[in-house]
């Protein structure tokens, strides 16, 4: 089964790369992640009320994830069984599907945009377009800052929005494809350290965590290797030496490494104090040692190693497949 899997992811990273995310399909039609998304909502309203003391809403978010993550492996095994009906067209409408949930072309789309923004309309630009892609206020931003957070999300969605969910689809199929993205939507939703949802949304945070570690090491690798390709052996190096260095200074336990990853990849500082919602967020600078003026060619560069990191997980899950075969 595991090497249907296999080959299945082979022919998503493909498609993937080569439509991205087809926004026409969209607007007729809503996005799984969209539906995933109305669940958690449903239970936030029901289960996550002020009234409730702070036991009682940490205890209901405990209850609030395990059924959704049930309700989307359920929902994943019957939708494979369905599929499995059909041979080799249900392979390519699986494939299509896995597809939906990988992050390649539409990353480094929205990554481009930040640097063409800033070459053709200059900062002003370059925030509006660093805005649809992080979370911190970009009026707080130069163009250093600008290129820093576009690089930044980079790295950071490529291990949760491109090698988590292909390792979880590799080992455990559409069940784990979707537990998966049910878990890490639930965590962007409800996993933040907000009043409102701090004890509701503790369990999906935790969860997150552990469903992401091992992608965040193995994004270290994947880099290293586009980092190799874009700048030589030295780069592979430093990567390496970056990420195990500093990737435990970031405040998750896992962004910090595909970042660090990545800082060593290009040679420049990453993260530092941040701001978000009016509030500063101090933490440690990654690969301190680096250049501290991140710039658009920086941005351009990050891309190309993406890419070249993408073309690696599709190249190992091909010979794992072969391999399996």
């Not at 003391?53 to 309700?71: D, H, Q």
């Not at 552990?210 to 994947?222: G, K, T």
């Not at 060593?264 to 301190?288: H, K, S």
């Not at 990191?309 to 497949?321: G, I, K, S």
């Amino acid at each position: 089964m595991i090497d249907e899997h296999v080959l299945i992811l082979v022919l998503a990273l493909l498609l993937d790369r080569l439509i991205g995310d087809p926004h026409w399909l969209w607007s007729h039609v809503p996005h799984p992640v969209v539906v995933f998304g109305k669940a958690i909502s449903f239970f936030d309203r029901k289960l996550n009320l002020k009234r409730l003391t702070a036991s009682t809403r940490r205890r209901n978010g405990v209850v609030a994830i395990l059924l959704l993550l049930v309700a989307s492996i359920v929902a994943g095994s019957v939708l494979h069984v369905f599929l499995s009906i059909f041979g080799w067209f249900g392979i390519m409408v699986e494939a299509l599907l896995v597809a939906i949930f990988l992050a390649q072309k539409s990353l480094a789309d929205h990554v481009n945009d930040v640097s063409n923004a800033l070459r053709s309309d200059g900062l002003a630009g370059g925030r509006i377009a660093v805005s649809r892609i992080v979370g911190r206020d970009p009026e707080t931003l130069d163009e250093a800052g600008v290129c820093r957070a576009a690089i930044e999300s980079l790295a950071e969605n490529f291990s949760d929005g491109v090698v988590a969910p292909a390792l979880w689809y590799a080992v455990f199929g559409l069940p784990g494809l979707f537990m998966y993205k049910m878990l890490n939507t639930a965590d962007s939703m409800i996993g933040h350290k907000s009043e409102t949802y701090f004890d509701f949304g503790w369990a999906a945070a935790r969860l997150d965590d552990i469903a992401n570690w091992p992608a965040a090491r193995l994004s270290i690798l994947l880099i290293a290797v586009g980092a190799l390709a874009k700048n030589g052996i030295a780069a592979l190096s430093n990567t390496i030496r970056v990420a195990m260095r500093d990737g435990g200074l970031h405040r998750s336990p896992n962004s910090g490494r595909p970042e660090a990853a990545m800082a060593g990849a290009l040679d420049i500082q990453l993260a530092g104090p941040r701001v978000y919602g009016g509030e500063t967020v101090r933490e440690p600078m990654i690969n301190g040692a680096g250049r501290d003026v991140a710039t658009v060619s920086d941005v351009e560069a990050g891309v190309m190693i993406f890419y070249s990191a993408c073309d690696m997980l599709a190249f190992t899950a091909f010979v794992l497949f072969l391999v399996l075969l």
